[in-house]
């Protein structure tokens, strides 16, 4: 059974910079493409990035392009999140989530595995 552990979730201010560690034990993460996602208070959970099982294409929703980078170290079976130019309304828990495919999805229900999340607040 694949689990995953996220970390480096914190309070930091608008502009600022978190990296976002998602850990894989149990089985090897290079055979999943890995997703991230957010929900915040009230919302739906929103898919934020994808990167597919070998690391070659990477996908981001509109709201984060540009700012917040996915990458992934199957040696190390970990995927990362580099958030860059914070803005308050990224607060959420981040989830990083795996699906048995080589390719990336922005559906939830296409995920079969699922972290517990990390906080991220971005506040002055």
């Known amino acids: 059974q694949l689990q995953l552990v996220e970390s480096g979730g914190g309070l930091v201010q608008p502009g600022g910079s978190l990296r976002l560690s998602c850990v894989a034990s149990?089985?090897?993460?290079?055979?999943?493409?890995v997703g991230w996602f957010r929900q915040a208070p009230g919302k739906e959970r929103e898919w934020v990035s994808c990167?597919?099982?070998?690391?070659?294409?990477?996908n981001y929703a509109d709201s984060v392009k540009a700012r917040f980078t996915i990458s992934r170290d199957n040696a190390k079976n970990t995927v990362y999140l580099q958030m860059n130019s914070l803005k308050p309304e990224d607060t959420a828990v981040y989830y990083c989530?795996?699906?048995?495919?080589?390719?990336?999805?922005?559906?939830?229900?296409?995920?079969?595995?699922w972290g517990q999340g990390t906080q991220v607040t971005v506040s002055s």
């Open positions: 989530a795996a699906r048995s495919s080589s390719f990336c999805s922005g559906d939830v229900s296409a995920y079969n595995y």
């Open positions: 149990g089985r090897t993460l290079d055979s999943y493409a």
């Open positions: 990167i597919r099982r070998t690391g070659g294409n990477t």
